[in-house]
């Protein structure tokens, strides 16, 4: 499969042998989250965004998986590491502090495995002086993990944001925000407080803002004078710098400004969840570092392939059995892939390439929203290729994202009405310009369709 040339080709999708892989996988699997049908052949050719069904359909993954493959399809830099690693048993070791190593030196080896990961961690957020890392399996454990070792330093209220979503564990589920079906009829922790996400002036001057004593809703909370909340109970306040499930909504930066100044005023912990938009996403390391807001904990995972909970050595607490787990930093291929991703985003400056690829599908998108190429679609929003599109109605992007589909476009629905799309982080011009184009062709379908 050439990239430089390679382009969607799709005949029936689903096919017949996608529908029985389908069909066999939920004769057991549990209810969850179904996208579509798309049964993804690891034995065929795969690129970049480009991949193969078990059909022979050719399609282009704008999904990353969620961003948990932020650099697409068998990325060479990647696979030649890994093809040069001897593989052995067991490949998960238990936890934390059970060590592992090729038998080089641990600060020049050629094979990067959990200890590498956790010093590239802190190299990532030595400008918010973090120095310590807490591995694990996933980015609803980093969640977790964050929480927990905020309330281990005391307080125990906690302040969360309309549309939040963090993760799938009880104490995560708590402080989601984006839909009932996340967390209805499951028990809570309590104690926690939400407030609006401040995704755009109107919200930030008519629901944040206040003419209180403290100028905003958590400000006017924690005010000593009429306040009802004790500043001392608190034990962190919790965000994403850009909501994913919510609808990729962005921080107003002067909502993040806001946010500063009330961690300098009264002492708050602040958790980033970089979960979907962290490790290059928004064209920053995290996205956090796109506002004036500096963060205590960053939990991380999906294309860390791991999850971590990073954070300063005053935070985390300094008994030993507080926090443990038995796989936590034991997966060593993840670990592996975690630090290689991390390598070939710095190495290949993929930062500024999805800067710069992200303008261009922005720009695309707009400008055919502006020239009405798109019917029904209102808003682009987002940073970097960690992008969306916004319909008017919740069906029209429901049958949107299937015409997308069936013309070899993967992409995934967020929040109520909003279509993401989550290209590699060193997606081509070319590959941007295919996107666009299915997309467009959806979009007309759809809107041929119901006149």
């Not at 008519?206 to 004078?225: F, I, K, Q, S, Y």
């Not at 997966?331 to 985003?345: E, H, K, N, R």
Request: with cysteine.
């Amino acid at each position: 499969m050439d990239r430089d040339t390679i382009e969607p080709s799709v005949g029936e999708i689903p096919g017949e042998r996608a529908r029985r892989w389908v069909d066999f996988h939920h004769e057991h699997a549990a209810p969850s989250t179904h996208v579509y049908e798309f049964v993804w052949d690891t034995t065929a050719e795969a690129i970049g965004p480009f991949c193969t069904d078990v059909d022979g359909n050719v399609l282009l993954d704008f999904t990353s998986h969620v961003a948990a493959a932020p650099l697409g399809y068998n990325n060479p830099a990647v696979r030649e590491k890994l093809e040069a690693f001897d593989l052995v048993d067991p490949l998960k070791i238990a936890g934390q502090d059970f060590y592992v190593s090729n038998g080089g030196d641990p600060e020049d080896t050629d094979l990067p495995g959990p200890t590498q990961l956790m010093d590239r961690l802190v190299a990532m957020t030595d400008h918010y002086d973090m120095d310590r890392v807490f591995l694990s399996n996933s980015g609803a454990e980093a969640v977790e993990n964050a929480i927990k070792i905020c309330y281990a330093s005391g307080g125990h209220r906690a302040f969360t944001f309309e549309g939040a979503f963090h993760g799938r564990t009880l104490g995560a589920l708590s402080l989601n925000r984006s839909k009932t079906v996340h967390r209805r009829g499951f028990p809570e922790l309590p104690g926690v407080v939400s407030v609006p996400f401040p995704s755009s002036e109107a919200i930030y001057e008519e629901r944040w803002l206040t003419d209180g004593p403290g100028g905003n809703v958590v400000a006017d909370r924690l005010h000593p004078d009429v306040g009802v909340i004790d500043p001392d109970e608190v034990a962190y306040l919790i965000l994403e710098p850009i909501q994913g499930e919510g609808g990729y909504r962005v921080a107003m930066p002067e909502f993040a400004r806001d946010l500063e100044a009330l961690r300098e005023r009264y002492d708050l912990t602040i958790v980033a969840d970089e979960i979907q938009s962290g490790l290059g996403r928004t064209g920053e390391q995290w996205a956090v570092d796109h506002f004036e807001l500096t963060p205590d904990v960053i939990a991380a995972g999906k294309g860390l392939r791991v999850g971590a909970t990073i954070s300063r050595s005053d935070v985390f607490p300094d008994e030993k059995g507080r926090l443990s787990s038995t796989w936590g930093s034991g997966d060593v291929i993840a670990s592996v892939q975690g630090a290689l991703t991390i390598d070939v985003v710095h190495e290949r400056n993929l930062l500024e390439n999805a800067r710069r690829r992200g303008r261009q599908l922005r720009d695309r998108l707009e400008d055919a929203i502006e020239d009405g190429e798109a019917a029904g679609a209102i808003d682009v929003r987002g940073k970097g290729l960690m992008l969306a599109v916004e319909f008017d109605t919740k069906e029209r992007r429901e049958t949107v994202l299937e015409a997308a589909f069936e013309r070899g476009l993967l992409t995934l629905g967020c929040g109520h009405k909003t279509l993401r799309l989550l290209p590699p982080l060193d997606v081509t011009e070319r590959e941007i310009d295919l996107a666009v184009e299915l997309l467009l062709e959806a979009v007309a379908a759809v809107e041929s369709s119901t006149n």
